[in-house]
């Protein structure tokens, strides 16, 4: 058995407290909660077998989203199924605010998850790590192996995507955006 110095220790412990973002930011990935799991599992299964290969100063949780993010990736690449597809958002033509009704919230947030369900997933990553994860640009380019131009690019896009999907009319949006091709652009 191999012996776990200090500082594997820590991590171990620091992986634990990392659990439910690694299951949140896989659930944006795999937008279902068992394949999240198994990814999330996988994924730190690989990170507890290579502890060593952790540089110094290198935060922990980047390192895990690297991880989720790289196998989530080779997972596409062998299944061959990258397509996107959009979900077309329930209660379409109804507005409802949340001041007069307190289940609006819900549905508010039910629809908030449809409609990041209908952004391409290079967009969905980016606003879960910037939006919800709070990494600057730059971090999440590190995550991502990307420019953090395109991070901020793929922010921005999503972000107008979202109010026009969320606060536009829903059908139309949806429509124009599978008419132009959007679905598949990332």
């Known amino acids: ?47 507890l077998n290579r502890l060593d290969q952790l540089r110094q100063g290198t935060r922990l949780d980047s390192w895990l989203y ?35 009704n307190p289940g609006a919230r819900l549905d508010a947030a039910i629809d908030l998850r449809k409609a990041l369900r209908t952004l391409p997933e290079e967009h969905n990553v980016a606003l879960m790590l910037v939006g919800v994860e709070g990494y600057s640009y730059a971090e999440a380019a590190a995550v991502l192996d990307v420019p953090a131009g395109t991070v901020a690019s793929r922010v921005a896009r999503a972000r ?19 008419g132009d091709g959007m679905e598949g652009r990332k």
């Open 1 to 47: 058995m191999k012996n776990v110095t200090a500082r594997e220790d820590e991590l171990r412990y620091q992986m634990v407290g990392l659990l439910p973002r690694l299951r949140r930011f896989a659930r944006t990935l795999a937008k279902d909660p068992d394949k999240a799991d198994d990814l999330v599992q996988a994924a730190c299964e690989r990170a």
């Open 66 to 100: 690297r991880i989720i993010y790289t196998q989530w990736i080779d997972r596409l690449r062998r299944s061959s199924t990258r397509s996107a597809k959009l979900v077309l958002l329930s209660n379409e033509n109804e507005t409802v605010t949340t001041a007069d």
């Open 160 to 178: 107008s995507m979202l109010g026009r999907i969320l606060f536009e009319e829903p059908r139309k949006v949806l429509q124009s955006m599978e």
